[in-house]
């Protein structure tokens, strides 16, 4: 699909993946909407890119996602790209019990649930437009599960599993269907999971990487993307050692 002259909404925009995909799209000549929670770091992009749109959000509350759609549909008629990358990643120990599961963010209603029915309240409007896309971040932990991730595991499995049948779903729409499958990224989600520890000797990828193969894979049609080396490992992961 064309690159260029898009309304673009990325939720999570302001660091990390986002931030690079909200950068390298305003450099490619499109129109660029970020949310997320923290407002300061909203304001950041906005000082370094004045053109860019900020709204603040917390994606996993259902009246927020209601009210970031309606607040777009009526700023920008023209939107024609939604980009679901906003997530989290919660070590838990499911030896500790029940407990293990109750922490204040949820992963599966921002990883999963959140995609989705941003997914949903968008289709519409999609519809509408010539040519239009719904961009899913999932990751290369939904092909090969890690001990220490595990809810996040499964919502990026089953957050692959819905991009697929919404794909299929929306064939004979205007709405195209991509899956960004990123490895280890250099980010804050990456450094918490690490401690910090990744750094020099890491394979972790830039961010950047990131935005530039969704660029390419958007511009191709390519509906899955698979930035830096993120097929070897989901290769080797099936494979086993
Ligand atoms: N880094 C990796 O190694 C890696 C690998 C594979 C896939 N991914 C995926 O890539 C995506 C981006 O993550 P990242 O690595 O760039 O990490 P990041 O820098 O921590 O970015 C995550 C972004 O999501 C936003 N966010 C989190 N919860 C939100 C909520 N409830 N509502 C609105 N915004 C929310 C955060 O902003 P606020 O906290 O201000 O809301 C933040 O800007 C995620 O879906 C992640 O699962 C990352």
């Known amino acids: 699909m064309n690159t260029k002259d898009n309304t673009i909404l990325i939720t999570g925009g302001a660091t990390g993946i986002g931030r690079s995909l909200a950068e390298t799209f305003m450099s490619a000549g499109n129109e660029v909407i970020i949310c997320g929670r923290r407002e300061n770091r909203l304001n950041e992009v ?16 259902e009246k ?31 030896r500790k019990g029940v407990e293990a599961l109750l922490d204040d ?65 929306l064939e004979k729409t205007s709405v195209k269907v991509f899956e960004v499958v990123p490895p280890a990224v250099v980010t804050e989600l990456h450094w918490r999971r690490t401690e910090g520890r990744s750094g020099r000797g ?29 097929k070897d490992f989901i290769e080797r992961g099936r494979t086993g050692p």
């Open 46 to 61: 906005k000082t370094q890119w004045p053109q860019v749109h900020i709204r603040v959000c917390d994606v996993s509350k």
């Open 202 to 230: 890491s394979n972790a990828i830039q961010p950047s990487e990131v935005a530039e193969a969704t660029l390419k894979g958007l511009a191709n049609d390519e509906y899955e993307i698979y930035p830096g080396w993120v």
């Open 105 to 169: 963010e949820s992963e599966i209603e921002t990883n999963l649930v959140a995609p989705i029915s941003l997914s949903v309240h968008f289709i519409p409007l999609l519809m509408e437009q010539e040519a239009a896309a719904i961009v899913n971040v999932s990751s290369g932990l939904a092909f090969v599960p890690t001990p220490f991730v595990p809810i996040y595991c499964a919502t990026k499995a089953a957050l692959h599993s819905f991009t697929v049948s919404l794909r299929y779903q």
């Open 64 to 94: 927020e996602r209601e009210s970031l759609y309606n607040w777009t549909r009526d700023n920008f008629k023209d939107i024609n790209i939604l980009i679901n990358n906003a997530g989290i990643q919660i070590p838990i120990d499911l």
